[in-house]
């Protein structure tokens, strides 16, 4: 039996320590208060804009800690476990238990096994310094003695609560994990004010032991929970297989919320951020009544919309899953500032790609296109919204052959004016209307209203009417809330922008579409009448209160979208399946539109939704339509917006494409850049090239000498480079093109038109 360490060996040790002490270089002691404020969680926590907790997100792989516990929000269980573990004097002594020191360095002297002498602040004196830090060897005899002078200086600055709660949270559990927040939600997946007495037996016995094989964890738990229930028989046996089960568990997942791809979306916004716009951005968010409080980064999100976005969206999705549609994607945006409210990247569990971000990947946007291009063609006259246009069968001569349009029913209406075209979603009106355009003006101001592109206009050529270019649902979505704003293009935000106002006045958005052109498509795409053609009187894009929407599905039914506006929000949805595979019978009524319904009712639960009033340089009259084949009128008379100057009575069937008398002269064929060759077998005097224009009264000019008069002539081609001009009445060249005509071995006398070869 060995002795018991006696009043004046521990009074020996006490003085060898102390004269050691003086040896050493004196330390600065930190507070309390700048350990708390130093504390990095290895998970940045992702806000909403007002403070409730959306995502947290995994920003540090080298160490796995959580948020900064407050002692009052650890559970009684776990101090008592702590405490009884690790320094059961704690509250006893000042830094030091003596008894303890002694002790241990008398069992070293008759070698036998001993309880460690290190107090709880001592320990957390060693993981606050650096050179005290324990190393792989132990420590040193004089890091020994600098946490002994360090654990002193620290009991007189510190509070034994907060002594306790900067232990807690900084200590070392098991692997990566630090702290008891990290710890408490990766072993048992709750927070530490729910820890009962046996998993507080664990993680006390994880702090002496972080590396130890489960069984022996679980042995030292055993003695912790014996110790702290001494009246109760405690099960070992089940304590070693809830153990086992615990040290395995990894229940805090890296990423852990309602918004993943917005919160590192944001994060990446923030990182990218140059040091002075990164703290307003990153501001600590005040905490809700009633809720944990967190800090963190603040977005614009609104967490109740967020949440309900993403409930809905894949609510609709389980009952999309028999027609082969797994992932989705909507964003919610504020019409006057750009904040974005609600940003859902993918339908979560039920997608393959969850992580993909649908609200920024690139996709075909069918007819969602259509509202911009009709716009465009209203703004520069080209149209008006009670125009005719023909939708029947169509053949448009381009560059790599003859382009024929389809509507989604395969069926044609005949002679439509532009308001039904448009609202009733038919395709071969909206490339007539592009022809007007052409597709390089048409791509140009899409890409002013940040639509992402790739290549030109004429690379797409007419099928660009269709949405045949591939944009992200987060641009698209923006430039509707152009067309909300009446033509005002600005960008999008998540993060705050900073409240404090520039001593100059902010520029204001440009205008990158006529306010009145922008005034009519909203008028169109709100006109339930206007879109009963396709979609029928009882359509779920019908709303209670003023919204205009159009939906759109891209070429095999790959993607399906819903984008719309009210008086003060710019809903976008897409629904499809992020590995590009086809849709089975879904429409833009059952796929997109009924969650894009669903979440403007929630928006206008509580707030109404008014029709925009008309902008100047409006004009609205009664108009009426001539008989069509049938001999009844084309369609019902009505009441239609008009740009001032362009309005007109009566729309009757004409040589024309349409009776706009506004709309100016055009060619129509051949494509800009066309390449001819003459076919060898064919006598050069039999092969012709044919021109086609829009507009009265136009003459035509082939390298600059007349050629014919007329909408359509034929040309005798000779080879070389060659310009088209079309001119109008007055002489004016109104529109060119440039083709060139290849053949070798044709002579020909040198008429001007082209070369010898």
Same mark, same amino acid.
């Given at each position: 039996?060995?002795?018991?360490?006696?009043?004046?060996?521990?009074?020996?040790?006490?003085?060898?320590?102390?004269?050691?002490?003086?040896?050493?270089?004196?330390?600065?002691?930190?507070?309390?208060?700048?350990?708390?404020?130093?504390?990095?969680?290895?998970?940045?926590?992702?806000?909403?804009?007002?403070?409730?907790?959306?995502?947290?997100?995994?920003?540090?792989?080298?160490?796995?800690?959580?948020?900064?516990?407050?002692?009052?929000?650890?559970?009684?269980?776990?101090?008592?476990?702590?405490?009884?573990?690790?320094?059961?004097?704690?509250?006893?002594?000042?830094?030091?238990?003596?008894?303890?020191?002694?002790?241990?360095?008398?069992?070293?002297?008759?070698?036998?096994?001993?309880?460690?002498?290190?107090?709880?602040?001592?320990?957390?004196?060693?993981?606050?310094?650096?050179?005290?830090?324990?190393?792989?060897?132990?420590?040193?005899?004089?890091?020994?003695?600098?946490?002994?002078?360090?654990?002193?200086?620290?009991?007189?600055?510190?509070?034994?609560?907060?002594?306790?709660?900067?232990?807690?949270?900084?200590?070392?559990?098991?692997?990566?994990?630090?702290?008891?927040?990290?710890?408490?939600?990766?072993?048992?997946?709750?927070?530490?004010?729910?820890?009962?007495?046996?998993?507080?037996?664990?993680?006390?016995?994880?702090?002496?032991?972080?590396?130890?094989?489960?069984?022996?964890?679980?042995?030292?738990?055993?003695?912790?929970?014996?110790?702290?229930?001494?009246?109760?028989?405690?099960?070992?046996?089940?304590?070693?297989?809830?153990?086992?089960?615990?040290?395995?568990?990894?229940?805090?997942?890296?990423?852990?919320?309602?918004?993943?791809?917005?919160?590192?979306?944001?994060?990446?916004?923030?990182?990218?951020?140059?040091?002075?716009?990164?703290?307003?951005?990153?501001?600590?968010?005040?905490?809700?009544?009633?809720?944990?409080?967190?800090?963190?980064? @603040? +977005?614009? /999100?609104? %967490?109740? *919309?967020?949440?309900? =976005?993403?409930? !809905? #969206?894949?609510?609709?999705?389980? $009952?999309?899953?028999?027609?082969?549609?797994?992932?989705?994607?909507?964003?919610?945006?504020?019409?006057?500032?750009?904040?974005?409210?609600?940003?859902?990247?993918?339908?979560?569990?039920?997608?393959?790609?969850?992580?993909?971000?649908?609200?920024?990947?690139?996709?075909?946007?069918?007819?969602?296109?259509?509202?911009?291009?009709?716009?465009?063609?209203?703004?520069?006259?080209?149209?008006?919204?009670?125009?005719?246009?023909?939708?029947?069968?169509?053949?448009?001569?381009?560059?790599?052959?003859?382009?024929?349009?389809?509507?989604?029913?395969?069926?044609?209406?005949?002679?439509?004016?532009? @308001? +039904?075209? /448009?609202? %009733?979603? *038919?395709?071969?009106? =909206?490339?007539? !209307? #592009?022809?007007?355009?052409?597709? $390089?003006?048409?791509?140009?101001?899409?890409?002013?209203?940040?639509?992402?592109?790739?290549?030109?206009?004429?690379?797409?050529?007419?099928?660009?009417?269709?949405?045949?270019?591939?944009?992200?649902?987060?641009?698209?979505?923006?430039?509707?809330?152009?067309?909300?704003?009446?033509?005002?293009?600005?960008?999008?935000?998540?993060?705050?922008?900073?409240?404090?106002?520039?001593?100059?006045?902010?520029?204001?958005?440009?205008?990158?579409?006529?306010?009145?052109?922008?005034?009519?498509?909203?008028?169109?795409?709100?006109?339930?009448?206007?879109?009963?053609?396709?979609?029928?009187?009882?359509?779920?894009?019908?709303?209670?209160?003023?919204?205009?929407?159009?939906?759109?599905?891209?070429?095999?039914?790959?993607?399906?979208?819903?984008?719309?506006?009210?008086?003060?929000?710019?809903?976008?949805?897409?629904?499809?399946?992020?590995?590009?595979?086809?849709?089975?019978?879904?429409?833009?009524?059952?796929?997109?539109?009924?969650?894009?319904?669903?979440?403007?009712?929630?928006?206008?639960?509580?707030?109404?939704?008014?029709?925009?009033?008309?902008?100047?340089?409006?004009?609205?009259?009664?108009?009426?339509?001539?008989?069509?084949?049938?001999?009844?009128?084309?369609?019902?008379?009505?009441?239609?917006?008009?740009?001032?100057?362009?309005?007109?009575?009566?729309?009757?069937?004409?040589?024309?494409?349409?009776?706009?008398?506004?709309?100016?002269?055009?060619?129509?064929?051949?494509?800009?850049?066309?390449?001819?060759?003459?076919?060898?077998?064919?006598?050069?005097?039999?092969?012709?090239?044919?021109?086609?224009?829009?507009?009265?009264?136009?003459?035509?000019?082939?390298?600059?000498?007349?050629?014919?008069?007329?909408?359509?002539?034929?040309?005798?081609?000779?080879?070389?480079?060659?310009?088209?001009?079309?001119?109008?009445?007055?002489?004016?060249?109104?529109?060119?093109?440039?083709?060139?005509?290849?053949?070798?071995?044709?002579?020909?006398?040198?008429?001007?038109?082209?070369?010898?070869?």
């Amino acid at each position: 039996m060995q002795p018991a360490p006696s009043a004046f060996s521990r009074k020996t040790l006490a003085a060898l320590l102390i004269a050691a002490a003086w040896t050493l270089p004196a330390r600065a002691v930190v507070s309390f208060e700048e350990v708390k404020r130093d504390f990095r969680s290895s998970d940045t926590a992702v806000l909403d804009r007002n403070g409730e907790l959306l995502q947290r997100v995994r920003t540090d792989p080298t160490v796995r800690r959580g948020q900064w516990t407050a002692l009052a929000d650890v559970s009684p269980a776990l101090r008592t476990a702590m405490v009884l573990s690790e320094d059961k004097r704690f509250y006893e002594h000042s830094g030091i238990d003596w008894r303890a020191v002694s002790a241990a360095a008398w069992g070293n002297l008759w070698n036998t096994r001993t309880r460690g002498a290190s107090t709880i602040t001592m320990q957390l004196s060693g993981l606050l310094d650096e050179d005290l830090r324990r190393s792989s060897g132990g420590r040193s005899f004089t890091q020994k003695i600098g946490q002994t002078v360090a654990a002193a200086q620290l009991e007189r600055n510190w509070r034994k609560d907060q002594i306790l709660e900067a232990y807690l949270n900084t200590v070392p559990f098991r692997g990566e994990i630090v702290g008891i927040d990290a710890l408490s939600r990766t072993l048992f997946g709750k927070a530490p004010s729910g820890l009962d007495a046996r998993e507080a037996s664990v993680a006390a016995a994880l702090v002496r032991a972080p590396n130890a094989k489960p069984a022996m964890v679980a042995q030292r738990a055993c003695e912790v929970l014996r110790t702290m229930e001494p009246q109760q028989k405690t099960d070992c046996e089940a304590l070693d297989m809830f153990t086992s089960a615990a040290v395995q568990r990894r229940a805090f997942e890296p990423n852990e919320g309602i918004a993943p791809h917005a919160a590192r979306r944001v994060l990446r916004e923030i990182r990218d951020a140059n040091a002075a716009a990164a703290p307003a951005a990153a501001s600590a968010a005040p905490a809700p009544k009633g809720k944990e409080k967190e800090t963190g980064v @603040r +977005t614009t /999100l609104r %967490a109740p *919309l967020q949440r309900f =976005a993403l409930d !809905t #969206l894949q609510r609709h999705l389980r $009952e999309l899953r028999e027609r082969h549609v797994e992932d989705g994607a909507l964003v919610v945006l504020d019409n006057a500032t750009g904040e974005v409210l609600a940003w859902v990247g993918s339908s979560g569990p039920l997608s393959q790609a969850a992580e993909v971000d649908g609200v920024t990947a690139l996709r075909q946007p069918g007819s969602t296109l259509k509202p911009l291009l009709y716009a465009q063609a209203i703004a520069e006259k080209r149209i008006t919204a009670a125009s005719l246009i023909e939708d029947s069968s169509a053949q448009i001569s381009t560059a790599s052959g003859l382009y024929i349009p389809q509507n989604y029913d395969r069926r044609f209406k005949g002679p439509v004016s532009a @308001r +039904t075209a /448009l609202a %009733a979603s *038919l395709n071969v009106p =909206a490339v007539r !209307t #592009l022809v007007m355009v052409s597709p $390089e003006a048409f791509a140009r101001e899409l890409r002013a209203a940040g639509l992402p592109l790739r290549e030109s206009g004429d690379y797409y050529g007419y099928s660009l009417a269709l949405g045949s270019a591939e944009v992200s649902l987060l641009s698209l979505t923006n430039a509707y809330r152009m067309l909300a704003n009446g033509g005002r293009y600005g960008t999008t935000t998540l993060a705050p922008r900073p409240a404090e106002k520039s001593k100059t006045a902010p520029a204001s958005p440009p205008t990158l579409i006529d306010p009145r052109a922008a005034f009519i498509v909203g008028d169109i795409l709100s006109d339930p009448n206007a879109r009963t053609r396709t979609f029928g009187l009882d359509s779920i894009l019908s709303t209670r209160f003023w919204t205009a929407v159009k939906t759109g599905t891209s070429k095999d039914m790959r993607d399906n979208w819903a984008v719309g506006w009210s008086q003060r929000y710019t809903v976008g949805v897409w629904v499809g399946n992020a590995s590009g595979e086809s849709m089975w019978d879904v429409s833009g009524t059952s796929g997109a539109a009924p969650v894009w319904a669903e979440v403007m009712r929630f928006l206008h639960a509580r707030e109404p939704s008014r029709a925009p009033s008309p902008p100047p340089g409006l004009v609205q009259m009664q108009v009426s339509f001539g008989p069509g084949a049938d001999g009844n009128p084309l369609e019902a008379s009505r009441s239609e917006w008009f740009l001032q100057g362009t309005e007109q009575p009566l729309f009757a069937l004409d040589t024309g494409m349409t009776t706009d008398a506004f709309a100016p002269a055009r060619i129509t064929a051949p494509a800009d850049g066309t390449i001819i060759a003459l076919d060898p077998d064919i006598p050069p005097q039999r092969q012709r090239v044919r021109f086609d224009s829009e507009g009265r009264g136009v003459q035509w000019r082939i390298d600059g000498k007349p050629l014919a008069r007329g909408n359509t002539v034929q040309w005798f081609p000779w080879p070389g480079r060659h310009l088209i001009e079309l001119v109008d009445a007055g002489g004016k060249v109104v529109d060119q093109r440039r083709l060139e005509v290849r053949g070798a071995g044709v002579v020909a006398k040198n008429n001007g038109s082209g070369a010898r070869r």
